[in-house]
């Protein structure tokens, strides 16, 4: 079921019954929980995914792993032990695991009397990232990996970012939707006027689609070195009217693309929000930040200096918004918000029908 829709309507899914900020997100999905580059050969890392403890093991030799971090002897953290050939070894009395969380060794106890191990879970690395199923494992190869954006793609760069945000994943999701909110970027991006296009939509997605017109103020450099120097100010708004921004939640994924008249996105951003506590009151972001290389490649690396300070402005600026609609949930105990704009009550029930049971 798909429906395109130029002129907002009123949103047809329901409005969430339950509180959108109190609905975890759906464990049966792959979520990255570190970036491969955090992991060194022969070490471990401790991670978390919604209050549950995880270690990554990446042996000398061979693919990483992940298990419940937690001793199955007294429950210490297995992330402090020691990565052995292809095991890890707890740092309290030795207990030694394999890949699968079976216990292979008590150090002082015979083969045939080993206890239970811990949890294994299905564990993958696919660009730069570290994936893990934190859900039924039986339903893990159902599941297929996200694809990453434009990752891997030579003809374009990619920047890897994020950081801890202290609010619920939802709150990023409606915040990067809802392109109505350049008033809060206006001194970074002068004053842009979105237009909104449409939305369409499916069962575990939703789009929606803009075109910008500037209305004040120059542009940005870290702009700029996304559009390349195609671009004079004086026909800036009346070319800008041709870049389509495309922005997709694809539960429980997103994505951002610029596409130009070329078919391919000058821009293409993949990016997910792991939540960290039990409550998933705060989040680590994974961002995939491709940019499309000019016709002279080197362009895009002398301009890639200003393009990170550019986007790491703007996301400072999205997380401490962000940040405060959480503290006023916290605050108010109830989600108060007046949503006015049709395609952010449709994401809202989306997150909320894909969400983890009650
Ligand atoms: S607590 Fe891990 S071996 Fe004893
Ligand atoms: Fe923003």
Request: positive net charge; aromatic residues 8%.
């Amino acid at each position: 079921m798909d429906q395109l829709s130029s002129v907002p309507q009123a949103a047809n899914l329901a409005a969430p019954a339950r509180d959108l900020r109190r609905i975890g997100v759906h464990p049966d999905h792959w979520y990255p929980l570190a970036w491969s580059r955090e992991l060194k050969p022969g070490r471990s890392l401790a991670v978390r995914f919604a209050g549950e403890p995880i270690v990554l093991v990446r042996p000398a030799n061979g693919e990483v792993y992940a298990l419940e971090d937690r001793c199955a002897h007294r429950q210490v953290p297995l992330s402090r032990g020691v990565v052995q050939d292809a095991t890890i070894r707890c740092c309290y009395h030795g207990w030694r695991y394999d890949r699968s969380g079976c216990c292979v060794e008590v150090p002082y106890l015979g083969k045939d009397k080993l206890p239970n191990g811990v949890r294994a879970y299905p564990c993958r690395e696919a660009g730069g990232l570290i994936l893990v199923f934190p859900g039924d494992p039986a339903r893990a190869a159902l599941v297929p990996l996200p694809a990453l954006g434009s990752v891997g793609d030579s003809h374009y760069r990619t920047r890897r970012f994020g950081e801890v945000v202290a609010c619920h994943y939802s709150f990023m999701h409606e915040n990067l939707m809802d392109m109505n909110h350049q008033f809060l970027h206006r001194r970074q991006m002068g004053q842009i006027r979105p237009r909104f296009l449409g939305q369409r939509r499916g069962e575990t997605w939703l789009e929606a689609k803009y075109s910008f017109a500037r209305v004040s103020g120059r542009r940005p450099l870290g702009e700029a070195a996304i559009f390349g120097g195609r671009i004079d100010a004086a026909r800036a708004d009346r070319v800008a009217e041709r870049d389509i921004m495309t922005i997709r939640t694809e539960y429980p994924y997103q994505t951002l693309r610029i596409q130009t008249r070329d078919t391919r996105p000058v821009m293409d951003l993949w990016i997910v929000y792991v939540p960290l506590d039990r409550a998933q009151r705060s989040h680590r972001v994974f961002g995939l930040l491709s940019v499309r290389r000019p016709k002279i490649p080197i362009l895009l690396d002398l301009a890639w200096p200003f393009l990170v300070l550019f986007s790491e402005r703007i996301f400072r600026e999205d997380r401490d918004i962000v940040e405060l609609e959480q503290a006023a949930h916290d605050a108010q105990g109830a989600d108060r918000n007046q949503e006015v704009f049709p395609v952010i009550r449709d994401l809202r029930a989306l997150l909320a029908a894909c969400g983890a049971p009650e």
